[in-house]
């Protein structure tokens, strides 16, 4: 029916008999003259044939073809040429069935100028017309935000502007809160300001293993030296540092690239991009296109490169790395060489370390995806399920869970995790020290929690949830009834969720705090995988604070019980760290990077340390 209609209102086999077999761009339009879609073609003739074709159209490609009224063309001398004005025309006009990118701002840079004797750590956007250093670029304003309070923090770099830096008498709030060593007022010498502003450098390359023994080396100097006041600074530096490389690198120690990988589900597309420089990921950004016509992986990243990189405000690297290969990958080569004034390879087949970039920005990709579909479908699916369980008149906008942990009675800590219509409010969780009950009284430990968590919501300190979870059993949902009853909070629901006799996921009992009604849901209830994931949420968070409070309690390290690390390795492994709360922070990989360490000992070390993994 289409086809018909489509011969009858644009004369395909006509317009296609006359068309020329030469590269260069179409431009479709529909009966009010709107510009529909902007494609380029090695071969024209072939290229539009392909959409006015009896069958193997995809469902948005009939809808396209449905809607043209007519077809214009633009010959180039090459597809190289083509593509270059496909991504102008595109840009100029953003017709609907197009890749869209939105994000089409210029990318931020750090920049350090290299014409003062006490030169700050800058913010910059835009054109490159300073004299001195940029590293970057990163992949929001955000992430360089955060690298400059990190290199703040570490270095004690100044960052205010050249004026403000001129006029000052007396050292800022900086100085006083440790963020600057007062280079404005000569307070640090030129010598050892321009060492910080070599080590911030470095740690911009990427070369933080060198920053770290250069500082492991002056710390343990220090020390010798009985200067242990500067010696507590140097740690405080390797520890920062230490947090800084966990899970930021992955193997490579050079190359700068840019890795992009697609994943494609029914429902949606996902792009995302890892920015590799001086071999470390500096940041990462991921896109959901709306795609119309093209249906396939490597489809979808030639029509992504091309705009992100062809629109004239981002910086082209040398090296681009794909999940998938490219169709047309020598064109868009040639144009992006052409736009860089130097060559650029795109790069399918990897090997080494960019083999684990392609396959972390692929497994990214894919996670990014199922986020976003089960965003999109599912969240408001469960919250609107979990009403109707619970007989609410409206959807819950704000659930709390508590969990207990301790290790039989040591270090008992208390867990709070607060989900919105969103998932996890990270900003809002909160541990509890348990103090003052006897070892291993849960009941107890959930007294104090709840007790300490709704007194303060009572006095209007924070915001009273809708819904209050209670991992665990009928005792410790009564525990909740009684604390609430002692404040008189009426309007918070109470339901408990404990494990089942198979003690298997699925299988939970819910309890009512009003009735203590136990309820058995289906295991694929949307409403019990919100329980759940709140549960497992508190949980871990409760874990986590239950470790930390422990290894602040226990002066003898736990590296001394763990078979084959003796005293040289333990002091190999701290001085790499910089503590032990580091070290079980850290992955197998960061263990082995230890010197003394084989990638043997460093997976017994990295057990020892999670035994519940």
């Not at 074709?53 to 449905?66: H, M, P, Q, Y």
């Not at 006029?167 to 709030?173: F, I, Y």
Request: proline share 3%; net charge neutral; glycine share 6%.
């Amino acid at each position: 029916m289409q086809s018909d209609n489509i011969i009858e209102d644009f004369d395909a086999k006509g317009f296609l008999k006359q068309l020329t077999t030469r590269p260069g761009v179409y431009q479709m339009y529909d009966q009010a003259d709107q510009l529909l879609y902007i494609g380029k073609a090695k071969n024209l003739k072939n290229r539009v044939s392909s959409y006015f074709r009896s069958t193997g159209l995809s469902i948005k490609t009939v809808a396209l073809v449905s809607k043209i009224a007519d077809v214009r063309v633009t010959v180039t001398n090459s597809e190289t040429e083509a593509l270059l004005l496909e991504q102008n025309l595109i840009k100029q006009y953003r017709p609907p069935y197009n890749i869209l990118l939105r994000d089409d701002k210029s990318y931020p840079y750090i920049f350090i100028s290299d014409k003062q004797a006490y030169p700050a750590v800058q913010f910059s956007r835009g054109a490159k017309r300073k004299s001195g250093r940029y590293f970057g670029p990163f992949p929001s304003g955000g992430a360089v935000r955060d690298s400059l309070n990190l290199l703040q923090k570490i270095f004690k770099i100044r960052q205010c502007e050249e004026s403000f830096f001129k006029n000052r008498s007396r050292p800022c709030l900086q100085y006083q809160i440790k963020r600057c060593t007062a280079p404005c007022v000569e307070a640090i010498s030129e010598a050892a300001y321009q060492e910080d502003i070599r080590h911030a450098a470095m740690f911009l390359e990427g070369k933080n293993s060198a920053v770290m023994d250069e500082v492991a080396s002056r710390m343990e100097a220090s020390s010798h030296d009985l200067d242990f006041e500067q010696a507590a600074i140097y740690r405080d530096q390797l520890i920062s540092l230490q947090k800084v490389q966990e899970q930021q690198y992955v193997s490579g120690k050079q190359g700068d690239a840019d890795v992009i990988a697609c994943a494609i589900k029914p429902g949606g597309v996902c792009v995302h991009m890892l920015f590799v420089r001086g071999g470390r990921i500096i940041g990462s950004k991921a896109y959901h296109p709306k795609v119309a016509v093209e249906e396939n992986e490597s489809e979808v990243l030639s029509a992504f490169i091309a705009q992100w990189y062809l629109m004239g405000v981002r910086d082209i690297p040398a090296y681009v790395i794909t999940s998938h290969e490219l169709t047309d990958k020598t064109c868009i080569e040639e144009a992006l060489a052409s736009a860089r004034d130097k060559k650029v390879v795109l790069a399918h087949t990897v090997r080494g370390e960019r083999a684990g970039w392609q396959k972390l920005a692929y497994t990214n990709a894919e996670q990014q995806l199922n986020s976003f579909l089960a965003n999109k479908k599912n969240i408001y699916n469960r919250y609107l399920e979990l009403q109707e369980l619970l007989g609410l008149e409206e959807v819950p906008q704000r659930l709390e869970c508590f969990d207990i942990s301790h290790s039989s009675g040591e270090a008992t800590v208390a867990s709070c995790v607060v989900f919105d219509r969103n998932g996890p409010l990270k900003s809002d969780y909160r541990h509890f020290n348990i103090e003052g009950i006897t070892p291993g009284d849960d009941y107890a430990a959930m007294h104090q929690a709840l007790l300490r968590r709704y007194t303060r919501l009572k006095k209007g300190e924070g915001k009273l949830p809708d819904l209050l979870i209670i991992d665990g059993g009928k005792g410790q949902v009564t525990q909740a009834m009684e604390v609430l009853d002692e404040l008189s909070i009426n309007e918070v629901l109470v339901i408990g969720i404990a494990k089942g006799p198979t003690r298997k996921a699925g299988f939970e009992v819910l309890i009512s705090g009003e009735t203590g009604e136990e309820t058995v849901l289906e295991s694929d209830s949307a409403a019990l995988h919100l329980m759940q994931h709140i549960r497992d949420e508190a949980h871990r968070f409760a874990i986590t604070g239950h470790r930390a409070r422990r290894g602040k309690a226990r002066k003898k390290s736990v590296l001394e019980d763990i078979p084959g690390v003796g005293p040289k390795r333990r002091r190999e492994i701290l001085r790499h760290f910089g503590g032990i709360q580091e070290v079980e922070r850290a992955s197998i990989e960061e263990i082995a990077k230890v010197s003394t360490i084989s990638q043997t000992i460093a997976e017994e070390i990295y057990s020892a340390l999670h035994p519940d993994v």
